[in-house]
């Protein structure tokens, strides 16, 4: 778990320094390794992050998606308002506009 999570600071400190493709790899490890749901809800949302600025929305679509369903699985409920937001803010540059604002009604 400490290595996941070394690794996941690391890919979150590189996506905002602007380094995606490697923050995109480190937080890929980092989810994979990250035994907590908790850590995994937090870190599906930077990987969207990450996708998404790249635009790769497709693939930030779908770590939003799986953030949220985790988050609510497990009841982790102040991630809820980061994964909707993140998955409206994604639907919406991919045209959908009514699924967005649907989401972000939630």
Same mark, same amino acid.
């Given at each position: 778990?400490?290595?996941?999570?070394?690794?996941?600071?690391?890919?979150?400190?590189?996506?905002?320094?602007?380094?995606?493709?490697?923050?995109?790899?480190a937080?890929?490890?980092?989810?994979?390794?990250?035994?907590?749901?908790?850590?995994?809800?937090?870190? =599906?949302?930077f *990987? $969207?992050?990450?996708?998404?600025?790249?635009? /790769?929305?497709?693939v !930030?679509?779908?770590?939003?998606? %799986?953030?949220?369903?985790?988050a609510?699985?497990?009841?982790?409920?102040?991630?809820?308002?980061?994964? =909707?937001?993140? *998955? $409206?803010?994604?639907?919406?540059q991919?045209g /959908?506009?009514?699924? !967005?604002?649907?989401?972000w009604? %939630?």
């Amino acid at each position: 778990v400490v290595v996941g999570r070394g690794v996941a600071i690391r890919g979150v400190v590189m996506l905002f320094m602007g380094e995606i493709e490697a923050a995109k790899v480190a937080l890929q490890t980092a989810v994979r390794l990250l035994v907590s749901p908790t850590y995994r809800v937090d870190h =599906l949302i930077f *990987l $969207g992050l990450a996708h998404q600025a790249e635009g /790769e929305l497709q693939v !930030a679509e779908t770590h939003y998606r %799986e953030a949220l369903t985790l988050a609510r699985e497990i009841g982790r409920d102040e991630s809820l308002p980061h994964a =909707l937001y993140h *998955l $409206g803010d994604v639907l919406r540059q991919q045209g /959908e506009t009514a699924d !967005a604002l649907r989401v972000w009604d %939630e």
